[in-house]
């Protein structure tokens, strides 16, 4: 949905990679790309972008099943969806290296990205997320108290039949649970619930949980030679820091919210990326 975007900013459907992305995009400078988590869209930036792009040309999709992106049968690997990105870019004439933000979901796909393509990432900001081979399989461990919402989602077929009719319900108990009380207003809560409304729409979403085990795999052949070199923030909010291990550069920071920094408090996000990247 794009009727409430921020000034300056467009909407672009682009063609990547066997799928086609809806890409926003605005401001000038060295490239940014942002990347959203679940059940979000590239909306999950639209209060920090304003701000970002006065020093990046910002870069914003959403992910392959998500939002107006293409929803194929395929392709959810988080290696396959940085190929996405990187298509993008491609298409839309953008130089790197890059500055890469992920959050939830889309901090799995930059840390995928970054490890499988480093020469392409400049600077790397993970959002309070959990990585796959990192950490993520010890979290997700039901029988050691782990969360039970990742083996739920990766189950094939169910969740999209129990959530279906129920997708209001759903984001607004998650967002509410996950965030300071008021930082999302009903128009959010219904962009975000549209978006995932019906079963070919859940589908598309819980693609991203049903690849974790084999990213986790992935991610730990891709760094058992050498750690990432580019500099890392990480930024912990209740999901937790990945382990140092992870890279060579690491920097952690615990932000003042919820789970979802770039909305609860977009100043203060703002604030570190450019701190970060200056």
Known sequence: ???DLPAGFTVHRVPTHGTNLAVTVGGAGP???LLHGWPQTSRAWWRVMPALARRFTVVAPDLRGTGDSDRPEDGYAKVDQAEDVRGVLDALGLDGPVTVVGHDIGAMVAFAWAASRP?????LVLLDALLPGFGLEEAMDVARGGMWHFGF???PGVPEMLFDGHEREFVTATFTAMSAPGTFD???LAAYAASYTGRDRLRGGFAHYRAVLDDGRENRRLLAARPLRMPVLAVG??????PAEIAEHLTTRTAPT????AEEDPDWLVRAVTEFTS
């Open 1 to 3: 949905m794009t009727t």
């Open 31 to 33: 490239v940014l790309v």
């Open 119 to 123: 020469d392409d990432v400049s600077a």
């Open 153 to 155: 989602f990766m189950a």
């Open 186 to 188: 009903e128009d959010d």
């Open 237 to 242: 909010a209740g999901a937790g820091l990945p």
């Open 258 to 261: 919820g789970h979802f920094v």
